[in-house]
């Protein structure tokens, strides 16, 4: 097939969602398909405001860009990350084009808003003060709505969760034929090599990555704080930006601060070496699209405590695989910490099914079965004969 990907974002292997982009490119290459490219400096922007270039000149660069494609290409599928292509959707729609237009997302934005701001009223999390808050909810509501008018006109939707799928079909109203969950893999490097062996030396040392309050920083800060002061023995590191460092060490407590290291964002490299030191990974989010941490941890024979949202709630097994846990739930991150802490047996078990587990997913399988729903759709009358 020949196929176009576009995604507002740089081309980085490292990054979430475009990582994924990147990984599934190569892939899709890999398979034999033709592929070609265009990311954030190929489509252009002159708005500096996030969310303004978002509502106001997204969708027209991608109208633009993707007409363009289509008709010089000779693409038999246009794949374009999250509903900013809704104007490009319906543009293909009207001009009844054949071929398959694939809205990606890494994450559903409405979902996600509607998720967090029950979390941001619970755990008090500062949201835009009144009145200035209308405009931004206003500005909010367009954005969601994207989503919405992308699915009227796409051919198909790809998620990473099977809550994100769910949502697509009840709440947008997609035919469930027409909306695959495909879950996201590890980077190559963290199966290439084999994984230490969880030692009880090993479990003693805890990681949590992440410093949005969506990524369970409340709950790990006081998890932390109860488990270091039980335990001497053990030792923690907090992977988050620079500019975070001072708001995350003010939650956690003060006694135990001088034992969470903060080495900053990293490379994938240098973050390797993290889940190789470390025994106990701490994904306890509030929401994901997917989370390829949990799923790099699995693969260097971590035990993950996580929680059911995103690729965790696919792919985790409790007391199988990992761990999962209620959400904003401290006592429930200290309880499992303590299972692997003082049963090493459990411990080494689970990071063996954790390895196994990640090495059932691979960049190559989510390209294979992109592919195959490439193929699926393609079988399927076009939206605009169904309408």
Not at 140 to 159: E, K
Not at 189 to 213: Q, V
Not at 231 to 237: C, F, R
Not at 309 to 329: K, Q, S
Request: hydrophobic share 40%; with cysteine; glycine share 8%.
């Amino acid at each position: 097939m020949r196929i176009l990907f576009a995604a507002d974002v740089p081309p980085d292997q490292n990054s979430g969602a475009a990582g994924t982009e990147y990984q599934t490119i190569q892939a899709l290459r890999e398979l034999g398909h033709k592929v070609d490219e265009v990311w954030a400096k190929d489509l252009g922007r002159r708005i500096r405001h996030g969310n303004l270039h978002y509502l106001l000149e997204l969708p027209r660069t991608y109208r633009r860009t993707l007409a363009t494609a289509r008709r010089q290409g000779g693409y038999e599928v246009l794949h374009v990350n999250q509903g900013h292509c809704y104007l490009a959707a319906r543009q293909a729609f009207d001009e009844r084009w054949p071929g398959v237009f694939i809205f990606r997302s890494h994450g559903l934005d409405d979902r996600m808003g509607a998720v967090l701001s029950r979390w941001r009223r619970e755990l008090g999390s500062p949201a835009r003060p009144w009145p200035k808050a209308l405009p931004g909810r206003v500005l909010d509501w367009l954005l969601d709505r994207h989503i919405a008018l992308a699915c009227r006109y796409i051919s198909g939707a790809i998620v990473s969760s099977s809550l994100d799928r769910d949502f697509l079909i009840s709440h947008h109203g997609m035919p469930s034929v027409r909306v695959a969950c495909l879950p996201q893999a590890a980077s190559p490097r963290f199966l290439g090599a084999p994984p230490c062996p969880l030692t009880p030396d090993r479990a003693k040392h805890l990681l949590f990555i992440g410093s949005e309050f969506w990524k369970g920083t409340h709950a790990v800060a006081a998890g932390l704080t109860q488990l270091l002061s039980e335990d001497p023995e053990l030792l923690a590191t907090w992977v988050c930006p620079e500019r975070s460092r001072a708001a995350m060490m003010e939650i956690l407590g003060p006694a135990v601060r001088p034992r969470v290291a903060f080495p900053g964002w990293m490379s994938q490299e240098s973050l390797m070496g993290l889940y190789d030191s470390h025994g106990v990974l701490l994904c306890p989010s509030l929401f994901e699209g997917f989370c390829k941490a949990f799923l790099e941890g699995m693969a260097r024979g971590m035990c993950v405590i996580g929680t059911p949202t995103g690729g965790m709630c696919d792919i985790v097994r409790d007391g199988g695989n990992g761990f999962v846990v209620p959400f904003n739930d401290p006592q429930a991150i200290v309880a499992a910490t303590r299972r692997v802490l003082r049963n090493p047996a459990l411990a080494a078990s689970i990071a063996t099914c954790a390895r196994r587990t990640a090495s059932e997913y691979s960049w190559l399988r989510t390209a294979s079965e992109t592919a195959a729903f490439y193929q699926q759709l393609q079988e399927l009358p076009p939206r605009w004969a169904e309408a």
